[in-house]
């Protein structure tokens, strides 16, 4: 008898995939509310470590300030965790299958992986319907009408990054959704 049970270890990935999931999303789902509450009430919480003096403080507007910056960071990162590691998990053997969950996963996991891309195919859209594409930094507006050489930089821009963005989850996703027992 081994002392590592290698095959049980193996046998169990998907398992520990999905407590990960779970434990990153249930981190997202605290900082969330958390990091919208400290920024709603800054106005209330701000004066008051204000009226504080040296070290006190300087220790207030540290802490205030790292909370403020780590609070939407666990958010995404949890939240993008958890979109990975769950997916991972349905692709990885667990003592008990959930078929609906895992659809459910996959599904949620498609949409994260393809959004960026999806965005830059609205944004192509939206330009050549309002013969305008904007770029928010720096603020500038193309119109097809008074710059139209811009303006098809603009859009081959977005086709470009579209493409790409489509391409990277595609390589992700590809062996995954094209392996006989895929979901």
């Known amino acids: ?94 003592r008990s299958p959930s078929p609906l969950i895992d659809k459910v996963i996959v599904a949620g996991g498609l949409l994260v992986w393809f959004s960026p891309a999806l965005a830059a195919a609205a944004s192509i859209v939206m330009g050549l319907v309002q013969g305008r594409v904007h770029f928010t930094r720096p603020p500038r507006d193309y119109f097809l009408a008074t710059d139209p050489i811009a303006f098809w930089e603009g859009i081959g821009f977005w086709l470009i990054m579209g493409t790409l963005f489509g391409l990277l989850a595609w390589r992700y996703w590809r062996n995954k959704l094209l392996k006989k027992e895929a979901v």
């Open 1 to 94: 008898m081994p002392l590592i049970p290698q095959a049980q270890d193996a046998a169990l990935a998907g398992d520990a995939s999905r407590r990960r999931a779970s434990i990153c999303l249930l981190l997202s789902l605290l900082a969330t509310p958390a990091s919208t509450w400290l920024f709603l009430n800054l106005d209330m919480i701000w004066p008051q470590i204000m009226q504080l003096e040296g070290a006190s403080f300087m220790l207030g507007a540290t802490v205030l300030g790292t909370v403020l910056a780590l609070t939407p960071l666990v958010a995404g990162l949890g939240f993008l965790l958890a979109v990975w590691y769950g997916v991972e998990s349905v692709y990885l053997p667990r």
